[in-house]
């Protein structure tokens, strides 16, 4: 039996298990950075299938690799389940709360470890069948959404031995996209101050508060000056305590985003004089702590190709009448205009074909090549360390917003399903035919250094700077996103 044939049989065969894993992920609904039962059930399950596998890698109690094989060439496959605060939903076509207040997987990154989990096994057992050398190492990435796991593990070297690495994301569309995405860093401002009574004593204050808010808005003045596709967000996490006391304590938290690394330390060096502008005006005490920083994403075509023809060769999922309904509800939740506002703003080729479409079922070619998304994703770092494609199946409705209710309803039910074992065989026949074919891998890594210009990579985390374990495990006690 051909290899391919071997690993989409070993998936469709265990397809209940995976099915399982990826739904107990979804329940367990861990916050970044303390994924400790979901990360737990992956290592697991690659120990059960022979894997030699290492947790706690790169000081992150959730963060682990498994190996199987021997030899070259070594083919990475990377997996996340780390979930979002405050969007729990049941699997239902309606907003309705699994627990009220809960995170949710509105990523899909329950289906996301699962797929890259079943594609590492079934390659395991491809291999062995046909006495192929090669490597194949599966990687459990905790905090994508806050804490850029991926960061702390490639500055380890776990990644520096692998020739391609593959991963998949739900999506909305199947397609194996050739854009980039936002450089980041992200970073907290403490300001301490002096407590008072706001009424009687308001001049012995000094308010942590004001620092924040003229912080803010020194920021928000920048923006006028600052490129037009930077991004720069932010939340007050700590404000005060009630009105008639002078806030001692305050923080805020920002991201800062913009196409290339070199972009993003410019702005936020000017970032920083703000906040330090801000803490002089108001006598506080400035602290920043820095929380993470990821670079943009290096795509590239080669592996794109690959993963396409797979797709292909594969096809994509049929729906039932009753997928087709659940779809149709959940699209009906999203105003015809917004979603049209949507297609039009990703380019997305035909758009109008698509506007009453739920669930996309169409292979598209990239359309992408040489645009930025908004987003970031610590992905982009291990593009620089070797040539990466991280490729989407349909798993959500069409239109319908990321980090939302609706893409947690899809991500617990059978259209998220059906989008991880596409996704795994896809995967599988992948690293396959990379393996089959070394010139694919040459040119794969020729593109790559072409495409990284001479520039090379540099962890934009300090050598001195850990994962932040405390304010993750802070967030999952306010959150509930963690035991």
């Not at 991926?150 to 996209?177: E, Q, W, Y």
């Not at 074992?421 to 089959?436: C, Q, V």
Request: aromatic share 8%; with cysteine; proline share 5%.
């Amino acid at each position: 039996m051909p290899m391919k044939d071997t690993a989409c049989t070993w998936i469709e065969d265990n397809k209940e298990r995976l099915i399982e894993i990826s739904d107990e992920i979804w329940g367990y609904a861990e916050l970044g950075l303390v994924e400790e039962k979901s990360a737990k059930l992956l290592a697991d399950e690659l120990e059960s299938h022979g894997f030699k596998v290492e947790r706690g890698v790169g000081d992150m109690p959730t963060a682990f690799y498994g190996v199987w094989g021997r030899g070259e060439p070594v083919i990475g496959v990377m997996g996340e389940y780390d979930a979002l605060p405050g969007i729990s939903n049941k699997a239902v076509p309606r907003k309705e709360p699994l627990k009220e207040g809960a995170p949710g997987h509105g990523c899909g990154h329950n289906i996301h470890g699962a797929s890259g989990l079943a594609a590492a096994i079934a390659l395991r057992y491809a291999l062995e069948e046909q006495g192929v050398l090669a490597t194949v190492k599966f990687y459990g990435t905790p905090a994508e959404e806050n804490y850029d796991g991926k960061v702390f593990m490639a500055r380890t070297g776990i990644f520096d031995d692998v020739d391609a690495c593959l991963s998949h994301h739900p999506g909305s569309v199947n397609t194996a996209g050739l854009g980039s995405s936002n450089a980041m860093n992200s970073v907290k401002f403490h300001f301490h101050g002096k407590t008072s009574h706001a009424a009687g004593s308001p001049e012995q204050g000094r308010s942590s508060l004001d620092a924040v808010e003229l912080m803010n808005i020194g920021v928000n003045y920048m923006r006028e000056h600052v490129i037009e596709k930077a991004r720069i967000h932010y939340v007050i996490e700590e404000g005060g305590g009630q009105p008639n006391v002078v806030p001692d304590y305050a923080r805020t938290w920002y991201y800062i985003r913009a196409p290339e690394r070199d972009q993003v330390d410019h702005i936020y060096e000017w970032v920083l004089k703000i906040a330090e502008g801000a803490s002089l005006m108001t006598g506080t005490r400035l602290e920043v702590e820095f929380l993470g920083g990821i670079y943009n994403k290096i795509p590239n075509k080669v592996l794109s190709d690959v993963v396409l023809a797979n797709m292909r060769e594969i096809g994509s999922p049929t729906y039932t009448e009753e997928e087709l309904e659940f779809a149709r509800e959940i699209g009906e939740t999203v105003p015809k205009q917004q979603k049209i506002d949507a297609l039009r703003k990703s380019e997305f080729p035909e758009w109008e074909k698509y506007v009453n479409v739920d669930l996309v079922t169409d292979i598209l070619d990239p359309w992408n090549e040489g645009k930025t998304g908004g987003g970031s994703t610590d992905v982009a770092d291990i593009s620089w360390k070797t040539p990466a494609m991280e490729f989407s199946t349909t798993a959500f409705v069409l239109g319908t917003p990321g980090h939302s209710w609706q893409t947690v309803a899809c991500s617990g039910m059978s259209i998220g399903h059906k989008s991880l074992i596409f996704a795994a065989k896809t995967i599988a026949g992948s690293a396959l035919d990379l393996i089959a074919d070394p010139a694919l891998i040459e040119k794969a890594k020729e593109e790559h250094v072409g495409r990284l210009k001479g520039q090379t990579y540099k962890s934009p985390i300090p050598d001195e700077l850990g994962p932040a374990l405390k304010a993750a495990r802070e967030a999952a006690e306010r959150l509930g996103g963690g035991e």
